[in-house]
Nanobody, 122 residues
Framework: QVQLVESGGGLVQAGGSLRLSCAAS????????MGWFRQAPGMEREFVAT??????YYADSVKGRFTISRDNARNTVYLQMNSLKPEGTAVYYC?????????????????WGQGTQVTVSS
């Protein structure tokens, strides 16, 4: 069982930065691939970024602006978001998948956090 708690969301102006954190419970954190997804009002949840123990993968819409990283000693995954755009306004969710590879498929993630709101003003 894995429990995930996100933090770091908030209100930021377009062009600004935020860093999201996701703290995970459990002793096997390093075995999980971790992902970030987001859901804007009235929209479906979409993939943002993922990190396994060997690789990272990003949605085209955030590539070059967002960076996903993990600290296995702290059981924490981060999402550094730079050059934020108003279309980035959404609830951001952290997720964990018991896979060795990076995946953008939300169905492969068995554990989800409650989400943290990110609002980007124009």
């Amino acid at each position: 069982q894995v429990q995930l708690v996100e933090s770091g969301g908030g209100l930021v102006q377009a062009g600004g930065s935020l860093r999201l954190s996701c703290a995970a419970s459990g002793r096997t954190f390093s075995a999980y691939s971790m992902g970030w997804f987001r859901q804007a009002p009235g929209m479906e949840r979409e993939f943002v970024a993922t990190i396994s123990w060997r690789a990272t993968y990003y949605a085209d819409s955030v590539k070059g602006r967002f960076t996903i990283s993990r600290d296995n000693a702290r059981n924490t995954v981060y999402l550094q978001m730079n050059s934020l755009k108003p279309e980035g306004t959404a609830v951001y969710y952290c997720a964990a998948a018991l896979t060795s590879y990076s995946t953008s498929n939300a169905d492969e993630y068995g554990y989800w956090g409650q989400g943290t709101q990110v609002t980007v003003s124009s």
